[in-house]
């Protein structure tokens, strides 16, 4: 039994954040697979093409290697499309076999919880592939943020970021909007809270500080969310890379009291290029748990933040390596019992992709939804269906990811479109 590979090709889509697809032909047959975002992911598809045409989809691990050695001087960015060339694989040996994912890899669990990530009082406004802020159409109907930023030439996230309070960074805008992300099924939910306060200074957050004053805001805003949802809904917050260790300690010791599931990337350790031995400092004074992960690339890395005290793995399998590395990520972190919520900002695609991976994984918690404020993140998809009820995705017996690309509604919103 073969199945050569005929045609790849790559579609990059702005939406919230960049998402990039690709497809794997097997002559009619393909599967579909999703990137996370990267610049130039489009740029790779002539370069890649010559490795995969005449290959065996059959032959995942062969492929992973041989891209792997291909792209040893190329650094993570290929993993990108590395990643979604290897869901791709599945999604076409599945339809082939007219198998679900899930069950190609003996998973047997078929409600995966979700996430939802809420931002603030209002969504993340959209962002391309180097974290600068996108205008696009749909924003102006959709319940995102527009005027936080003073500069749109610098990064959303990180300490460059310049930023002015508004109503939405209010604690009463925070509960409000977790007790509506409550009232539509979602069991666990996550915030931003490198937000700006009433007493923002720019030149201290340049240096990753905080005043007392910010972080008493802070606690402000985590004590309106667990007072608005109870404690029978799970709450986490990002700190998106931003703070000094002294001043991530400071944070973390404030939050205790409101039992949180995690406190996600306070400090800049796990960036593109990590510093273990700084999350070790932080998990050394800090009981509530932290999550990272989203920017490690392989279960190689994975295994570095054994030592750690990282008591949350997220790896983001669009990125890490695709469903391989994500079934070895998830088999590592069972071994020591560490919680794996996989990082999820993609399509359905690369959600559907999670959720098959979170079939298998003996310690999952739950998988990230980061597309709640986008118009059309269910309509891009057929068969036609709500991917995710009351905070859970079902797994069905459709094969492959169980949903494809409508290619009549992606040119809708992206005219030129093609795959």
Known sequence: MELKITDFKVFVAQANFEWAFVRIYSKDLYGTGEAGPAPGLKGMESEFIQLLIGEDAFKVNRIAEKLRYATLYSGTTVYHLISAINIALYDLIGKYLNVPIYKLLGGDKTEIPVYVDAHGGKGLEAINALHLPVNLPWIKEAEVETNRLITTNNPVHGRLSMEKWNEDYSPEAYAKRALKMKNEGYKAMKF?????????????????????????????????????????VEIMFDLHWRYNLNTAIRICKALEPYRLRWLEDPMPAIMAVSNYDELKLLTSQCSVPIETGENLY????????????????????????????????AELAAMYDIEYSPHNIASPIGTMAHAHVGS????????????????????????????????????????????????EVMRKYWPTYEL
């Open 192 to 232: 931003d809270l490198d937000v700006p306060t009433p007493y923002i200074d720019l030149r201290r957050v340049r240096n990753g500080d905080l005043s007392l004053k910010d972080i008493d805001y802070m606690v402000d805003i985590v004590k309106a969310v667990r007072e608005s949802v109870g404690d029978e």
């Open 298 to 329: 392989t279960v190689y890395q994975f295994k570095d933040l054994l030592n750690t005290g990282v008591r949350v793995w997220a790896p983001d399998i669009v990125k890490a390596g695709g469903i391989t590395e994500g079934r070895r990520i």
């Open 360 to 407: 298998i994984a003996n310690t999952f918690g739950f998988v990230e939804f980061h597309g709640h404020d986008v118009p059309f993140w269910n309509e891009i998809v057929k068969p036609k269906r709500k991917i995710i009820e009351d905070g859970v995705i079902k797994l069905t017996d459709d094969p492959g990811l169980g949903i494809d690309l409508d290619d």
